[in-house]
């Protein structure tokens, strides 16, 4: 039976009501509260059995036919809400909005707050080391602008991007985002991929937020961006029903404040998951996440993905690292303290959006109890934090939550005694009818005489007097005692007093449970007004823990400070790849990296497997950490600010569409060589080998004489055509190096040690034996290479005119070099030893 095939009007006054909140949600699966269950009528009810795995029921509701139906007991609803939104679906949560004991009509409901996959605020949903992200996306035409928050933590933010579909791409996929807000005019291409292809939940939605929350974006002039803020709002606090006084105001995101990665790079680089199995474990952010709290993992996370441009920003990181690791005493105390403390930025998230309970209260008691031990350690490390020590709240807490509450919060056990005399009265008569009990039954026994007699309570039939089979008989009419309750060897009754008694202490059960609820939610009103300031708490402790965490890394892996330049130079000495450092079973083989400024790029070469790929990652890796704040695996490190890295190592996913492995290498090529500025640092591992041999090598070696006359960034390329290793006589900022392996009757290791100048063998037999081919194919393999390589000595003398053809656009260069050298020679003005010394360079420059 479907649900707009029905006249409402057949329907009981319930399913009117239903139809009426239904018509509002038709997108969502509207969980409809009756009594202890939510109900999920028609195609809801179907799509929740089948994704539930419930069975599908049906409900009287004054039709010939039952209406399909689902139900879930109302105190177990998480995991199946959960269970759906990772589903993808969103969920609408419709509560009874009053006592139905205070009703005499039907109860009024209504939807109380919807859950997406963008939303959830207190669930095991949330991982705790990522932000869950949910965002707007508005197309300006020549501008994207993104508009994401996190409402378990309240942060918003807004960026704006250039109008190009791989950039945007890249972006949401770097911040996780889960779900996307869109207007009617996004491109359907967009919409697709975004779905389809990064499983990430899209909706359309409209844009008219009226006045409301404007404190989170007046401080935003431009229109585009404040637009885009009331877009997700919109949908937020309009469509989803939430709270939303937890948030801060929005903070812009200007790109270039930021070391610019793209997706390709944060993945090849394994940051935060790593190639193959998409784990945490083994990525960067699992070796260096030493924090004691999840707001200091989620800080360090988002240092890592947004490594600074600022120096005195970096260097302010460093100094705190430094102090840390002089002042190693007062780190672990912090650190300590900073284990006791909890989520603070989601519980407040909770307070605004969420179910908070008294257990969630009495974690935030907890973390609050450190804090005045926090701030007489940061005035010990001379930190600059301010921090506020929320004695205030803190007093609150104390006296008011019971130490051990239940998860709900309908149900009594929050508040302690001494917090509020009405409650501590209520109290004292339930317990008097505890006492009561043992006196009532002891007065009872002696006035009847029944030995066995017993008093208790059970929550379906109350209070009883049980009295076995065998002495039923000795109840004496005259007691008026009523029967209420036969069992197969005792009866239970209820007599005038009892039943008078029992009034009394349920009444107070009641009102306990009623007062102690009201109790809670005045707290919670408290500790609303204190979310803000909250929050900063919140930020200064994750910073704290951040960088504490820095400074455990600096010290168990021997990481070293960074000394930061603006000439262009790169020293590395002994650097390491500090991930396969800590997980490979052998030892790391440390390597330099040294560029001065007339050095541009180094040409690595050497057999698969020997390291070249590593030693790339090994020096994005160092300037990634340097630039977020850390100190870096090596035992010098000087190093310039990058403002851009690309990489193309390895396998590559296509973000855009399904293009050739080839095509997508050479769109990560041309994004590199049209985006990279002379600060930027480019990592080419094998570039052109997608293609036959003279077609990827003629790319490769135009594209190293394109970086290094047009681009002049630091650049990393690997290569097998070793024919390209001559560039280096005739480009100046080109350097060769090798990666060693040793050859020794035919068995070959790998030594792992950049060494200056070229290797001109491949080893790719030998790495085909190491693999555990048969070895009647590699003696062939053997053979066919010893024919090519008599072939190719045959052909050397014509090969060596080909050279003078691939390298003449670097004669002209040289002239242009000579030419410009000369005009600004001026002879009149120079002394005999200027121009002797001219004479020198002049003959140097025609040598090159
Ligand atoms: P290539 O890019 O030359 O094919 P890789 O960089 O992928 O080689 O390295 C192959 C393996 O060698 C890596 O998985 C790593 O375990 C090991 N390796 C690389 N560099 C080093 C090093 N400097 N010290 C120790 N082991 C290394």
Redesign the pocket.
Known sequence: MKRNEVNKNDLSPMMQQYMDIKDQYPNELVFYRVGDFYELFFEDGETASRELELTLTGKNAGLSERVPMCGVPFHSVTPYIEKLVTKGFKVAICEQLENPKDTKSMVKRGVTQVISKGTVVDSDLLSIHDNHYIASLMDYNFLYVLCYADISTGSIFVIGLPHIKEKLISEILNLGILEIILQDNTDLELIGLLKGAYGIDVSIEENKLEDQYQNLYENLSDEHFKNSVKHLLYYLVIRELKDLSHMKPVEIVYPDDYLEMDVHTVRNLELIETLRLKERNFSLIWLLDKCKTSMGSRKLKNWLMNPLKKKELIENRYNKIDIFNNEFIIKDRLRNALYEVYDIERICGKVACGNLNARDLLQLKNSLKVLPEIKEMIHELKFDYTINTHNKLYELLEQAIYENPPITIKEGYLIKEGYNKELDELKEIRKGGKNFIADFEAKLKASTGIKTLKVGYNKVFGYYIEISKGQVKEVNKDLHWERRQTLTNCERYISPELKEKEAMILNAEEKIIDLEYNLFLEIKAIMKENLLELKDTAEILSELDALSSLSVCSEEYHFVRPTLNTEHIIEIKNG??PV??KV?N??????DCIMDPSINTLLIT??????????M??LAIIIILAQMGSFVPAEVANLPIIDKIFTRIGASDDLVSGESTFMVEMKEAKNAICGATCDSLILF?ELGRGTATYDGMSLAQSILEYISKNIKCKTLF?THYHELTSLEHKISSIKNVH?SAHEENGTIT?L??IKNGAIDKSYGIHVAKLAGMPTELLSRADEILNYYESESKNKQKKGSEDNIQLTMAFEEEKKDNLKEKLEKIDPLRLTPIEALNILYELKELSIK
Do not use: A, C, I, W
């Open positions: 390491r790849h396969v450092e490979s052998l030892e790391y083989v440390s390597n050497g057999p698969n497997m020997s390291g070249k790929s590593t030693y990652r090994q591992d690997s990666v790998f792992h040690k």
